[in-house]
């Protein structure tokens, strides 16, 4: 069984591969770049390990090659594979939260296009400085500087030579990361940063639909990279099949939000409801705390995952 750890390590194999077919087939390096449209130089990275080649270059480089059909399909394999890098939690946390957001920062800056699907909770471009705080709560340590980070990276929002697309659930919109107060203000900034002029915001109701259910957290770097989260880190793919998969997906996504005016009425109905739980909350402090008369729970007000901080 291929373990997650071992994604993204194919790439020395993948050009060790490649060599060894060019050597067979009796090739020099410059007669191969001229059989399948590549320059000498580029073929040397790919033989070197310098250049990850995408899946359809190296069928290119094996169809010019005539390799067998299951060599074909063998080598292709390897290069999906060497596409694809899993980074998990465990390093992460050991080298600091701050490290990843330097590395995000430098994705950030050589991006033009950025589109986010957001299925459980707000990402930390579009988060206040108390949600981001919160959604840390789990980590152990010290989490001052990468909270620091985060909000430093905002300031990517306000290169208006970019562009931003944001679709979140209602899921990922209305869940309790916070005290109703905090996530009412949150709710509030949602609704603020959607009137940047680069920057779309589409919030998706939980409503019948037949879209396929929202499996997991994913971000599209223009065209050319596709990270998606898990528990246990993140999976990143730079095969343009798989980019161009998770552009369609988000597309069908967006087709269903919210846009522009209607996603700020409902985030301003969410956070009045967050705001009278609030109230509600206070309320019945107040009552059991001087030994006044006991306020009902506000079970009118939001989901029951919401009700959970009454």
């Not at 390799?67 to 390897?78: M, Q, S």
């Not at 939260?97 to 050589?110: H, N």
């Not at 990276?153 to 990361?177: C, D, G, H, I, M």
Request: hydrophobic share 40%; glycine share 6%; net charge positive.
């Amino acid at each position: 069984m291929l373990e997650l750890e071992q994604l993204g390590r194919h790439k020395d194999g993948l050009a060790e591969t490649l060599r060894g077919l060019r050597k067979l087939a009796g090739l020099t390096g410059e007669r191969l770049g001229a059989r399948c449209a590549m320059s000498q130089s580029k073929i040397s990275k790919i033989e070197t390990g310098k250049v990850i080649p995408s899946v359809v270059d190296v069928e290119r480089i094996l169809l010019a090659l005539s390799v067998p059909p299951e060599v074909l399909g063998e080598v292709t394999a390897l290069a999906r594979l060497a596409n694809t890098e899993f980074q998990d939690v465990r390093s992460l946390l050991r080298k600091g939260l701050e490290k990843k957001q330097y590395e995000l920062s430098s994705l950030e800056a050589g991006t033009t296009d950025f589109r986010f699907f957001l299925p459980a909770m707000s990402a930390a471009l579009i988060s206040t400085q108390e949600y981001i705080r919160a959604s840390l709560a789990h980590v152990r340590g010290d989490i001052t500087k990468a909270v620091a980070k985060k909000l430093e990276r905002q300031s990517v929002l306000y290169e208006y030579s970019k562009n931003f697309s944001f679709v979140l659930t209602e899921s990922a919109v209305r869940w309790p990361v916070c005290h109703p107060a905090v996530m009412a203000r949150q709710l509030d900034h949602l609704a603020s940063v959607s009137h940047l002029k680069n920057l779309r915001l589409g919030i998706i109701p939980s409503t019948p639909t037949p879209l396929r259910g929202p499996l997991n957290t994913f971000t599209v770097y223009d065209e050319r990279l596709v990270t998606a989260e898990t528990f246990t880190g993140a999976v990143v793919m730079r095969d343009p099949n798989d980019v161009m998969f998770h552009l369609g997906l988000f597309a069908r996504f967006e087709a269903a939000a919210l846009l522009g005016d209607a996603a700020r009425e409902q985030l301003a109905k969410w956070a009045a409801e967050f705001r009278s739980l609030n109230l509600c909350k206070a309320e019945r402090q107040a009552g059991r705390g001087l030994g006044g008369p006991w306020v009902p729970d506000c079970q009118s007000l939001g989901t029951s995952s919401i009700r959970r901080w009454v």
